[in-house]
T-cell receptor, first 114, second 113 residues
Framework: DTGVSQDPRHKITKRGQNVTFRCDPI?????LYWYRQTLGQGPEFLTYFQNEAQLEKSRLLSDRFSAERPKGSFSTLEIQRTEQGDSAMYLC????????????FGSGTRLTVV | DQQVKQNSPSLSVQEGRISILNCDYTNSMFDYFLWYKKYPAEGPTFLIS?????DKNEDGRFTVFLNKSAKHLSLHIVPSQPGDSAVYFC????????????FGSGTQLTVLP
């Protein structure tokens, strides 16, 4: 088990384009989280899955953002019509129900919108 | 509205001395608190946590103290080592929130050899 894997590590896109990120959690973890981190700030919660069900979404997650977790395994986060304000590090984390809140984070996908 | 605040963006400490990182919160509904460490180009790594029913939790060189009346927690690292140099994030959560975490803005700790 190599931990939480995120792909790609870096993405540069032009404003208005769509982008999709992938997260592969630790295999036995049933909870999956997406966070966003901008420079000089801590991570901010975006959304949460319990198995394949998306149970919570932050108001930060505008209608341009959509996340899926088919079959309760990997997850994708798509941003449509990207804006410069979307430039950030997108972090995925996973945990077990009884994991004591010690999420395991991936290394993140750094998005730059030009 | 920042519910979790880390007012010191940076801290420098000599190797072998104690590092004290501070964190304040405003939401009295928070009942679980965590510290994460982050190295450049890596995701945050869980370090230590504390439930609101306790006021202290120790794990090796790391101790977290919680003062609920002051809504304040601190992380003590003794003795500090150069490998501890990283950004430290304080985070909090509350029951029934699917355990989403609210993070502070982080403190860059530099341990000088």
């Amino acid at each position: 088990d190599t931990g939480v894997s995120q792909d790609p590590r870096h993405k540069i896109t032009k404003r208005g384009q769509n982008v999709t990120f992938r997260c592969d959690p630790i295999s036995e973890h049933n909870r999956l989280y997406w966070y966003r981190q901008t420079l000089g700030q801590g991570p901010e919660f975006l959304t949460y899955f319990q198995n394949e069900a998306q149970l919570e979404k932050s108001r930060l997650l505008s209608d341009r953002f959509s996340a899926e977790r088919p079959k309760g395994s990997f997850s994708t986060l798509e941003i449509q019509r990207t804006e410069q304000g979307d430039s950030a590090m997108y972090l995925c984390a996973s945990s077990l129900d009884s994991g004591g809140l010690g999420y395991t984070f991936g290394s993140g996908t750094r998005l730059t919108v030009v | 509205d920042q519910q979790v605040k880390q007012n010191s963006p940076s801290l420098s400490v000599q190797e072998g001395r104690i590092s004290i990182l501070n964190c304040d919160y405003t939401n009295s509904m928070f009942d679980y608190f965590l510290w994460y460490k982050k190295y450049p180009a890596e995701g945050p790594t869980f370090l230590i946590s504390i439930s609101s029913i306790k006021d202290k939790n120790e794990d090796g060189r790391f101790t977290v103290f919680l003062n609920k009346s002051a809504k304040h927690l601190s992380l003590h690292i003794v003795p500090s080592q150069p490998g501890d140099s990283a950004v430290y994030f304080c985070a909090a959560s509350r029951s029934g929130s699917a355990r989403q975490l609210t993070f502070g803005s982080g403190t860059q700790l530099t341990v000088l050899p």
